[in-house]
């Protein structure tokens, strides 16, 4: 069998099981475990799958927007970019998309800021749920089980995670905001995209100087982010669902 084939037998295998294991893929494929760990690593590093941090793998962002693309007719990066790059030029901020991928998330579109010193996301980056403005929004839309797994994670590596208090906020709101929490200096301001049916799809996450970016900054800009967020959404086919175990609680 061909390395295509095997492949597409790799990615049908997760996308049905919804994740998987190395050793279950091995057994499965039929290949050396050393030959379906290479195969495996090219789709992770292709954004085909993901790996979360148990070591199994899931669909990537790119299978999603693949998936997407097929069954509604739209990309969702297109649509992101396009209501992006207005929220860029009202603000001159930097504005990225990023999309839950299990216990992650993936920058998948990114429009820089005019300004001289701007914060840098590249395209494909896996950051985790749970730290940052966009991280702590799509997990406030996650599941209550991804959602625990995440926390526990989050606390074992000595981070402080968000608080119930502040994921029932999030949802109530939409929006979350963050200063100096991943990296000094900076400031950013996150918005959920969800789909008709409630699920989210992505948010949408202003970023820049903290300096620049100060409390009231926030606040005069935000109805811009939950502008842009909002035209994204209404721009989504009704079949547009997460495909990533996310859903509205």
Same mark, same amino acid.
């Given at each position: 069998?061909?390395?295509?084939?095997?492949?597409?037998?790799?990615?049908?295998?997760?996308?049905?099981?919804?994740?998987?294991?190395?050793?279950?893929?091995?057994?499965?494929?039929?290949?050396?475990?050393?030959?379906?760990?290479?195969?495996?690593?090219?789709?992770?590093?292709?954004?085909?799958?993901?790996?979360?941090?148990?070591?199994?793998?899931?669909?990537?962002?790119?299978?999603?927007?693949?998936?997407?693309?097929?069954?509604?007719?739209?990309?969702?990066?297109?649509?992101?970019?396009?209501?992006? /790059?207005?929220?860029?030029?009202? *603000?001159?901020?930097? #504005?990225?998309?990023?999309?839950?991928? %299990? +216990? =992650?998330?993936?920058? $998948?579109?990114?429009?820089?800021?005019?300004?001289?010193?701007?914060?840098?996301?590249?395209?494909?980056?896996?950051?985790?749920?749970?730290?940052?403005?966009?991280?702590?929004?799509?997990?406030?839309?996650?599941?209550?089980?991804?959602?625990?797994?995440?926390?526990?994670?989050?606390?074992?590596?000595?981070?402080?995670?968000?608080?119930?208090?502040?994921?029932?906020?999030?949802?109530?709101?939409?929006?979350?905001?963050?200063?100096? /929490?991943?990296?000094?200096?900076? *400031?950013?301001?996150? #918005?959920?995209?969800?789909?008709?049916? %409630? +699920? =989210?799809?992505?948010? $949408?996450?202003?970023?820049?100087?903290?300096?620049?970016?100060?409390?009231?900054?926030?606040?005069?800009?935000?109805?811009?982010?939950?502008?842009?967020?909002?035209?994204?959404?209404?721009?989504?086919?009704?079949?547009?669902?997460?495909?990533?175990?996310?859903?509205?609680?």
């Amino acid at each position: 069998m061909s390395t295509v084939a095997k492949a597409a037998q790799a990615i049908d295998l997760v996308v049905r099981a919804g994740e998987t294991r190395l050793v279950d893929l091995t057994s499965a494929l039929g290949i050396p475990k050393s030959s379906a760990h290479r195969l495996l690593a090219t789709l992770v590093a292709e954004s085909i799958l993901t790996k979360d941090e148990r070591g199994c793998y899931l669909p990537g962002v790119r299978l999603m927007v693949w998936g997407s693309s097929a069954a509604t007719g739209f990309d969702l990066r297109q649509v992101a970019a396009r209501h992006m /790059e207005v929220l860029r030029d009202q *603000t001159g901020e930097t #504005v990225n998309f990023h999309v839950p991928s %299990g +216990e =992650s998330r993936l920058c $998948v579109v990114a429009r820089p800021g005019t300004y001289p010193l701007v914060p840098v996301v590249p395209i494909g980056e896996s950051l985790p749920l749970g730290r940052g403005a966009a991280g702590i929004v799509l997990l406030a839309y996650a599941t209550a089980e991804l959602q625990d797994r995440v926390i526990a994670r989050l606390r074992e590596q000595g981070h402080q995670p968000p608080s119930a208090e502040t994921l029932a906020r999030v949802r109530e709101t939409g929006w979350h905001s963050v200063c100096d /929490e991943l990296e000094p200096g900076l *400031t950013a301001v996150a #918005v959920g995209v969800r789909a008709a049916t %409630g +699920e =989210s799809v992505g948010a $949408v996450a202003l970023g820049g100087s903290s300096a620049r970016l100060t409390p009231e900054r926030v606040q005069e800009i935000l109805p811009e982010v939950l502008a842009c967020a909002d035209r994204i959404a209404a721009d989504l086919p009704e079949t547009a669902l997460a495909t990533s175990g996310h859903s509205s609680r």
